[in-house]
C-alpha cells in the first residue's frame, strides 16, 4: 500500500485559518449512518461541485475543506466511474492538516475471484473529522464511507499489553474476536492450506496508543465487511506496534482458513497486518519480535518452514502480478507487493522481511501435521513409503488419530490409503502409483473442527522401461533389433537410445546417440554396429507432466569382427 497517515505526518504543516468556511455536507442526521454493536457505518455523498478547477486548469481536482458528521476512525471512498480514479486524503487534527496520501484501491486485497471495485481502502483517520480530497479527474457518485467506534461503549484497552514472549505463548496472547467485539462473519467460512504468509501493513497512522488498536481493527472489520461486501475482515491476525495480536477473520487462527488479504492467493496462505504505515518507518521492536513469533508459530502449525521458497499457482484478479494459472515462486514469507501489485507493506517493513524471516525460524516449533514420501522418486508402481507426525497446537502428539493421504487429481482430492498415528504422534502407510501426483495428508484431530492438512507433497513416479536385444552375438556388418516396453502406456512417446563401446581399460565410450519411438506402449528399433567390439545399448523414456523420466537396464551386443 502506498503511504498513510503517520503521527509525524497528522503535525506536518501550516495551521489552518480560524476563518476557514468548510463546504456543507449532509449533517450527522441526514448522513447515512447504521449502527452494528459498537461500531457506526456513516456514509455520505460527496457533490462534483466540491472539486476546484486549479489555477490554470492543469494538475488534480482539490476539494474545499469537508466535514464528515461526526469523528470517524476510518475513511474510504467509492465511486461508479471512471474505473481507476486515483484520490488523495489528506485530514485536519488538532487544527493542523496532515500531508497529501495517496489512498491505495482496495483490490490489492479482497476474494480471489473479486472483479476490480470502485474503492479504496480505508484509511484510520484517528478521530478527524475535516478533510480534503484530491483526485486525477471528474469522478461520478462520489461516496465517503467512515466508520466511528463507539468509544463509550468500545473494548477496554488491554493494558499492560498483552505479548508473547515466545512461539509458545503466541495462542494465549491473542485478544480475541469477543474481545474487540467482531461483527460475526456473513457466511461460514472456506478452507483451503497454509504454504506462506502475506505480512501487510494497514493504512493507519502510527501516533496511537495500546488501547486505540482494538478500536482500530474493529473499524477496519467494519469497513472491509460492511462498506466492501466482504464476509470477514480480511487479514487472519493483526499485529500493533506494542507486541498485542489481534485475531482477524474467525477460525484462521489454528485453521486454514481462506481469507481475503492477498488476492489470487487466499486460498494458499495467510496475512497478518502490522497496525500502521510503514513506507518509511520500521516496525518497533515489540512490533518485530510479536510479529515473528506469530509467523514461526503459525507456519509451524501448518507444517510449513519459515525460510526457503515454495512454488503456487495464481488464481489471478485485477491487481494480482501475474495471471491466474501462472506457477509463483514466492518466499514462505512473503510481502503482499510480491504477489500483488501494490507497494504494500511498505519499503521499511519490506526490507525489514529477511530479518525477520530469520528471527521466524529461532520462533518455529514442529507442530501441526507433516508429510514426507521416501523414497522421493520411484518406478512405475513401486512401493513407497508416505510418513509423517502429528502434533497438537499446544505441542503435545495427536495420538490415535486417523490420517488419510490423498492424491489431487482433476476432480479433486482423492483418498489414497489410510493410516493412524501412535503415541507419539508418528504415522506411516505404503502406496504404489502409476503416475506422479501431488499428495497431501488430512486429519481430524478433533470433530468439531475443520481438518488439519500438510502441505502438499509432490511425488514422482518414473517411466518404467524395459529393453531386450533379439540377438546379443552378431557378426560384423550384421543387424539386430532393440525391442522393448514403455509404461504407462501412450499412444505415441519419444525414445532416446545411447549406444557405448567398450575402450581400452574397461571404459565405456559413447559412439551413437539418437531418438526412437515407442507407440502403444512398444518399440522395435533396428541396429547395426560400426564395427568390432562390446557394445552397451541403453533406452530412456523422457518426462512428462504425468511420469518422471525412466531409463531401462543396459543390455549389450558382442559384434565379432
Known sequence: MPASLTRRQAVAGSALLALTRF???????AARSASSADAVDVGFAIPPSSFRRPRGGRGPLTTRSLRAPRRLDVLGFRWSAPRDVRLELRTRRRGRWSKWVTLPAASGHGPDRAARPRATEAAAVGGARVFQLRATGAVQDLHAHGVAVARPAAIAAVAPPRRPRAAGDVAAAIIGRREWR????RSTPDYGEVQLAFVHHTVSTNGYGPEDSAAIVRAIQQYHRNTLGWDDIGYQFLVDAYGQIFEGREG????????????GYNHLSTG????GTHTSEPISSAAFETLAAVLGWKLSLHGVPTQGTVTVTSAGGPLNRYPAGRAVRLQRISGHRDGDATACPGNTLYAQLPALRARAAEHAAPTGLSLSM??????LLEAATASGRLLLPDGSPGAGVGVEVQEKTAGGWKGVVPAVTDASGAWSASLALPTTRSLRAVARPDPAQPALMSPPVRFEVRFAVSAVLEQSRINFGQSTVLRGTVEPRRRSRPLIVTVDRRAAGGRYVRVARFRGRARNGRFRIPLTP????????RVAAPGDRLNAPGR?????????G
Not at 467482531?182 to 462473519?185: E, K, R, S, V, Y
Open 23 to 29: 463546504l456543507p455536507l449532509p449533517s450527522a442526521a
Open 182 to 185: 467482531a461483527q460475526a462473519p
Open 252 to 263: 484462521g487462527i489454528d485453521q486454514a482458513v481462506v481469507g481475503a488479504q492477498a488476492q
Open 272 to 275: 497478518i497486518s502490522v497496525i
Open 374 to 379: 521416501t523414497p522421493p522418486r520411484a518406478r
Open 530 to 537: 560400426s564395427g568390432p567390439g562390446l557394445y552397451r545399448v
Open 552 to 560: 531401462s537396464a543396459p543390455v549389450f551386443v558382442r559384434v565379432l
